[in-house]
């Protein structure tokens, strides 16, 4: 009998010193793609958040409390990315990492703002995120999708001196959003958008619209949307013998793009982040990655990265998890990233990180303009 | 002029891929009444298994059409097995419940093999090689047409009249006609309808999977997700031309590739798919059962 009690405050003990645990952590959310057609876009963040916060934790963790992942798969799709996001706020998370997509963002962000919750995107360009004014409480460490379309038009104009421009889309919010603001700039720079058209996602082929590309005589297509269908889209032209420039986004600056375009990818132009992959404490990053997964990372993983640190940063240096305490410290301080030096303006956009253009050569992308 | 005719061509193309997934769709439907929603997942099946296939066989040192052909066989050899398997695991059992239970089993045999083949494979687009040169005698019109295409329009043709051939003169093809039109009768005269429903689903998934090996090697990239938008497509072309008719399958494919081509080329590519799903609408409002099908009347 002495002894099943024993046993009995044993497991009490165990069970109790848990639960105080878990309270007493700060709990860092980390919701996005990782299964599914776009998980090479949220696996990366996954894994730096998880790098940044072994590296905290080693170090005794944020207000001398550890911090512990949430992760969740949201897989890029709006209905899911509702209910993550709903499942995380009950969870009691205190700040959020993502998601990864823009629609997935947007569909997840009223909960976060309701349940007072800040969080930080290192992928979710869509400008409304931002520059509504809606979501007070979105940061992001990327730049939004006009500051894309601005300089793809520059560059197409500009560098490219090209006249006659197509504009295509995917009909998604990010692919759309960036061919809405291309075509404004085109116009406000009186050159001539040729065509505006919005393709499907997924559809068996493109040759319709690489014949309306070709009869439309546009000497450059600036398209927005992701890789799968560029790669169709880029490799149909090709073949056709069209010698079209094709310039495109950060949904396009990935390297499966020139993995499944093969030999077709070769002079295309995408925007993307600047390369910061020299500096020093990026350097350290990616080695960190390589050694513990032992792969280069993925898309937005020096974002993410960025990301993680300024959040659990900007809680330490506030020394709370309430909503306006962690704003406030993301506002007015700078914080050292992989991405370089970067604070957050009024609207949660990042300062200090921008966008720069590459070119497919040699089977690499090759920074050719900023 | 040209512009008519790439636009032609692209259609018919897109309209012959379409057709050899309605295929299986529509023959399925007219011995059995089922729709089987894991017919766009066999197409992909068939693609995934070509690209292996090819890897594996051009370490050999085989040429691009040697390796087409032999991938293609493969694929579809594989394909039809699936075929066979699903009928035997997922609808035999429920052949005497209620129409819905088959369905539904099918629904979730689609999405068990997509899921299948995302963990078993990849999630990442992988390159699809390109396994035929250009043909030179194409070379004067290959900017209204490839030679990929030219090989899905040709493959598509033969295939129809092989199986129409088929269904009509040979003695399997006359058991399926009989089973078709009455399964009990068929029965009581003798025809093993186990076997002809295998029969069924063994040529539907074959012509699947030539359908996926053709258009990966014309598009150049698959993933586990290209028979969900390729299926519901199909499925669409077989309702079109009357689901249940061999003719009307193909005949609903070519129609549906072609609205989407010169829908996209003269109107706009973002009304692509209000164009295609208008037409069907269009279409079943005059004629319930589709272009070609036969309105038969409800067995009491």
Redesign the interface.
């Known amino acids: 009998m002495k002894r099943i009690i024993c046993i009995l405050t044993g497991a009490c003990f165990v069970l109790f010193s848990g639960a105080a645990m878990a309270e007493d952590a700060v709990k860092l959310g980390v919701p996005g793609a990782h299964?599914?057609?776009l998980?090479?876009y949220g696996l990366p963040s996954a894994h730096a958040a998880k790098l940044v916060v072994d590296d905290i934790n080693a170090r005794g963790g944020v207000m001398g409390k550890k911090v512990v992942i949430l992760q969740e798969d949201d897989q890029c799709k709006p209905e899911v990315a509702a209910n993550v996001g709903t499942k995380l706020v009950s969870e009691k998370v205190d700040v959020v990492l993502g998601h990864i997509c823009s629609g997935a963002t947007k569909a997840a962000m009223n909960i976060y703002k309701d349940s007072g919750i800040i969080t930080m995107s290192p992928s979710a360009t869509n400008v409304e995120l931002t520059k509504s004014g809606d979501y007070p409480n979105f940061f992001r460490t990327i730049s939004p999708d006009d500051a894309q379309a601005l300089l793809q038009v520059d560059f197409a104009l500009n560098t490219l001196k090209v006249e006659k421009i197509a504009v295509i889309h995917d009909?998604g919010d990010y692919g759309k959003g960036i061919a809405e603001f291309a075509y404004g700039f085109i116009e406000e720079r009186g050159a001539k958008p040729v065509l505006f058209?919005?393709?499907?996602p997924?559809?068996?082929?493109y040759?319709?619209?690489v014949?309306?590309i070709k009869?439309s005589g546009a000497e450059a297509v600036i398209y927005g949307g992701y890789?799968?269908e560029a790669?169709?889209i880029v490799?149909?032209m090709k073949?056709?013998?069209m010698d079209t420039i094709f310039i495109s986004d950060d949904g396009v600056r990935d390297e499966?793009f020139i993995?499944?375009?093969?030999k077709?990818a070769e002079g295309v132009y995408a925007t993307g982040p600047i390369d910061t992959t020299k500096s020093p404490m990026a350097v350290a990053a990616i080695e960190q990655h390589k050694k513990v997964y032992g792969a280069e990372p993925g898309a937005f993983y020096l974002n993410a990265y960025a990301a993680a640190l300024c959040l659990l940063q900007a809680v330490d240096k506030a020394g709370s998890t309430e909503f306006d305490a962690i704003a406030e410290a993301l506002r007015t301080n700078w914080f050292e990233t992989p991405l370089g030096s970067i604070s957050f303006d009024e609207k949660g956009d990042a300062k200090g990180i921008g966008f720069a253009v590459y070119q497919v050569q040699n089977g690499q992308y090759v920074e050719v303009g900023q | 002029m040209d512009?008519f005719l790439?636009?032609f061509f692209?259609?018919l193309?897109?309209g012959s891929?379409?057709a050899l997934i309605a295929l299986g769709y529509t023959m399925v439907y007219g011995i059995i009444e089922l729709i089987n929603f894991a017919h766009g997942e066999i197409y992909m099946i068939g693609a995934f298994t070509a690209l292996i296939a090819a890897s594996a066989l051009s370490l050999l040192g085989l040429n691009g059409p040697a390796l087409l052909i032999l991938a293609g066989l493969i694929a579809v050899i594989y394909s039809a097995a699936y075929g066979y398997t699903i009928e035997k695991v997922a609808y035999k059992p429920l052949r005497k419940a209620q129409r819905l239970s088959p369905l539904i089993s099918a629904i979730g045999m689609s999405i068990f093999l997509q899921n299948y083949v995302?963990l078993a494979q990849t999630?990442?687009?992988?390159?699809f090689p390109t396994l035929v040169d250009e043909f030179a005698f194409m070379e004067p019109v290959?900017?209204i047409m490839?030679s990929s295409?030219l090989l899905i329009v040709a493959t598509t043709l033969v295939s129809t009249v092989l199986l129409t051939l088929f269904i009509k003169f040979s003695r399997m093809g006359k058991a399926m006609r009989a089973t078709a039109q009455d399964k009990t009768m068929a029965m009581l005269l003798g025809i093993n309808i186990n076997r002809v429903i295998s029969v069924t689903f063994i040529i539907g998934s074959g012509l699947a999977a030539i359908g996926g090996v053709l258009?990966s090697n014309?598009?150049?990239?698959i993933?586990?997700?290209?028979g969900?938008?390729?299926g519901i497509?199909a499925f669409t072309a077989a309702v079109l031309g009357g689901i249940g008719s061999v003719p009307g399958a193909v005949l609903g494919g070519l129609i549906l590739g072609w609205t989407?081509?010169?829908a996209?080329?003269y109107v706009?590519?973002?009304y692509?798919?209000v164009f295609a799903f208008g037409l069907l609408v269009f279409i079943l409002i005059f004629r319930p059962a589709g272009i070609l099908g036969r309105s038969t009347k409800d067995k009491v």
């Open positions: 299964s599914g057609d998980a090479s009909k058209e919005g393709i499907t997924g559809a068996v082929d040759s319709a619209v014949q309306k009869r890789h799968p790669a169709k490799s149909g073949k056709k013998k499966t993995k499944v375009a093969g077709y | 512009y790439e636009l692209g259609g193309t897109r891929i379409y995302l999630s990442d687009f992988l390159s290959s900017h490839r295409e258009i014309h598009i150049g990239q993933n586990f997700y290209i969900f938008i390729a497509k989407e081509s010169f996209t080329g706009s590519s973002d692509e798919d």
